[in-house]
């Protein structure tokens, strides 16, 4: 009997060690580790980029809730919300019963983030913060939630395209960029922002790369300072005429007299998602542009 006994207990004990195998065990872009015992099946998105993010990985379906402005793809418009990528409804969230809360790293609250753990929830943080890390995410998402499959191809897929343009655009002229994300105030990004990594990818040279704030505020003097040959951008209610008519009314100082302004869809440029593939084919063919014209 004791040898029964003996045996029983051997087997749970095996059987607990392979469950603690099975154990999902990443290190978050905040540097905190996350376990779970068993892939995500009830998933929170907190910002629209990580809702289009867990589309791509294949893990759609487990969407419990995503932010507000979640509007790609077409099928995440139809599930329930939880407050914005600024302001999360807790209490909310706490009722859908998520096995896993994705958080973005720089444009949540860290104060929402922190009373989400304090409620016992499992969070992942992340900061896609160059092209690189759009297919390093989604291999992330997909061992998270179990589509590691699915996740894998779109990130290969990501992979190569980068690869193509980056060959591409190797030996092309540079060309100085100012990149407009809003007018009023005049802001652009630095290098650590996605949209100056698109910017190098297509050939062109941030202006505005070294300093020190993501997204700092700067003015007219600074632009013209830095003796741009293009302007990208344009905010979401900006249109492609507004926005060059917006640059023509600074047409008296000799440093933007004639300057083009060009507009990028924001959706597929400031979103760190595959789709920033589509604004980089746009940031490269309007470089093109301008290198077409200072041929002329």
Known sequence: MQWLVCVALAAVCALASMTRAADIVIVDDRGVTLRLPAPARRIVALAP??????????????LAAVPRFSDFPPAAMSLPQIGDASSIDAER???????LVIGWKSGNRMADLARI??????????????????????????????TSAEAETAARAFEQSVQLLRAQYADAARVRVFYEIWHQPLMTVNRQHMISDVIELCGGENIFAGL????????????????????????????????????????????LRNLPALRVDPDAIQRQTPRVLLGAQQVCAHLDTVRKGAKR
């Not at 929830?121 to 998270?144: C, H, M, N, W, Y």
């Open 49 to 62: 980029s990580i809702t289009e993010l867990v589309f791509a990985a294949g893990a759609g379906a487990r």
């Open 93 to 99: 969230l706490l009722s859908l019963q998520p096995d």
């Open 117 to 146: 753990e304090r409620l016992g929830l499992k969070l992942f943080v992340i900061e896609p913060a160059t092209l690189s890390d759009v297919p390093r995410v989604l291999r992330v998402v997909g061992q998270l939630a179990g």
């Open 212 to 255: 020190p704030a993501l997204a700092p505020v700067i003015s007219l003097e600074d632009v013209i300072a830095r003796k741009p040959q293009v302007v990208l951008g344009g905010g979401s209610s900006v249109s492609a005429q507004d926005l060059a008519a917006l640059w023509r009314q600074h047409s008296q100082f000799e440093g």
